[in-house]
């Protein structure tokens, strides 16, 4: 079963920085994508960002591009998530996801972190 293992979220004002990351327990297929989504407060869970293993492409939804880089790390089967000129509308519970080549759905996602909470004050 894999394991997604996230961490580095936590407060920050608005205008700030914090960098997610997420270790995969097991090795990620060329075929699969691996990335965040996240879930704001009373708000359903979206997609943010992801990386298509086999090629490093990456994707991002509207709202976070030109803020939002995702990485890969040096270790094997972990991603970064730099989320530079954050804003209190970010605020949100960002789990990391392994899915399939183009996931962005959350019907497409086959595992799931647990969960790592980003506050941005204002």
């Known amino acids: 079963q894999v394991q997604l293992v996230e961490s580095g979220g936590g407060l920050v004002q608005a205008g700030g920085s914090l960098r997610l990351s997420c270790a995969s327990s097991?090795?990620?297929?060329?075929?699969?994508?691996l990335g965040w989504f996240r879930q704001a407060p009373g708000k359903d869970r979206e997609f943010a960002a992801a990386i298509r293993w086999g090629d490093g492409s990456t994707y991002y939804t509207d709202s976070v591009k030109g803020r939002f880089t995702i990485s890969r790390g040096n270790a094997k089967n972990t991603v970064f998530l730099q989320m530079n000129s954050l804003k209190p509308e970010d605020t949100a519970v960002y789990y990391c996801a392994l899915g399939p080549y183009g996931m962005g759905l959350i019907g497409d996602v086959d595992s799931w972190g647990q969960g790592t909470q980003v506050t941005v004050s204002s």
């Open positions: 097991v090795r990620i297929s060329s075929a699969a994508a």
